[in-house]
């Protein structure tokens, strides 16, 4: 009976965890040759350093602008004192750095803790002052839906590209002319009869989208692709592992871009070769299945 229930959940896994897979019999010999293009990454928190992730710091910006990033993802919050700062959340930013105080910091706090105790925190002043000295970098938020409060807090808006997540922010980021105001994969949900015409309607250039949801809906992806404006992939890294590299040189019929922890700007893309694809949900949830059998 128990190897019954085992081999039925783990098929049912396998098969579930299957529709999360994009590298399908669609995404097979479908290598283009890819020409590199600096506006098609960005450097996801600031980029990866040193091995780490999410660390939305100084020295993250510092060593992928060196290494070739041009745009560049910031997770902006706001501190308890109601200044923008660059942190993904503040249960992470407290792992990160171990403050032992309130969840959300002031601003004099957030700046006192190094993020692992190596990198510089990022507040505007930080952010301006970096952007200005970088006047070729472009800066993506992320998380934070006031575009006009945070424009006018930014150095230069026709640098300044924002992730939003309500239809009323992206009017007003429009209003407020900033770069590019992204309508991120949820609201692209929300679009009734011809997304694309909607899209267009508003001049829409960019639009953030969930890889793992691909899948669903590629016809719609493949439209906005055709209509020119440029679809931007995230989630990279969640459930399904993908390599970047992967993603650049077989799925550039759905995406213009990506949300890259880091990239080889100095070589050149060998798309003739195999980059993996490792489904990390389906190998967690039948590890998990196995232990409770086992148990059992």
């Known amino acids: 009976m128990k190897?019954?229930?085992?081999?039925?959940?783990?098929?049912?896994?396998?098969?579930?965890?299957?529709?999360?897979?994009?590298?399908?019999?669609?995404?097979?010999?479908?290598?283009?040759?890819?020409?590199?293009?600096?506006?098609?990454?960005?450097?996801?928190?600031?980029?990866?350093?040193d091995g780490h992730r999410y660390t939305n710091s100084l020295e993250a910006l510092d060593y992928n602008y060196n290494n070739g990033f041009r745009l560049f993802e910031l997770d902006i919050s706001k501190t308890s004192d109601n200044y923008y700062v660059a942190a993904h959340d503040w249960k992470s930013w407290t792992k990160f750095t171990g403050h032992k105080g309130p969840l959300v910091p002031d601003k004099e706090t957030f700046n006192k803790y190094k993020i692992r105790g190596l990198y510089t925190p990022m507040d505007m002043d930080r952010i301006n002052a970096w952007f200005k000295a970088h006047p070729d970098a472009i800066l993506v938020t992320d998380k934070i839906n006031e575009p006009l409060e945070f424009s006018r807090g930014f150095i230069d808006k026709d640098r300044l590209m924002m992730e939003l997540f309500t239809w009323h922010a992206v009017r007003e980021a429009i209003h407020a002319g900033i770069r590019s105001a992204i309508p991120t994969h949820s609201l692209l949900d929300s679009i009734e009869g011809d997304k694309v015409s909607f899209l267009k309607s508003l001049n829409i250039k960019d639009v953030a989208v969930d890889r793992l949801h691909i899948g669903e809906q590629k016809d719609l992806m493949s439209m906005i692709a055709e209509s020119g404006i440029n679809a931007y992939a995230f989630n990279l890294h969640n459930g399904v592992e993908v390599e970047e590299k992967y993603v650049m040189c077989n799925e550039l019929k759905y995406f213009y871009g990506i949300y890259a922890d880091k990239w080889d700007f100095s070589s050149p893309l060998a798309c003739n070769q195999s980059y993996p694809v490792q489904d990390k949900t389906r190998v967690t949830l039948i590890s998990r299945i196995l232990r409770r059998t086992n148990k059992g």
């Open 3 to 49: 190897r019954t229930y085992l081999f039925l959940m783990v098929f049912l896994v396998s098969a579930l965890s299957s529709e999360l897979m994009v590298a399908g019999d669609d995404f097979i010999n479908q290598h283009v040759d890819y020409v590199p293009d600096k506006n098609r990454l960005i450097a996801h928190a600031g980029g990866e350093i």
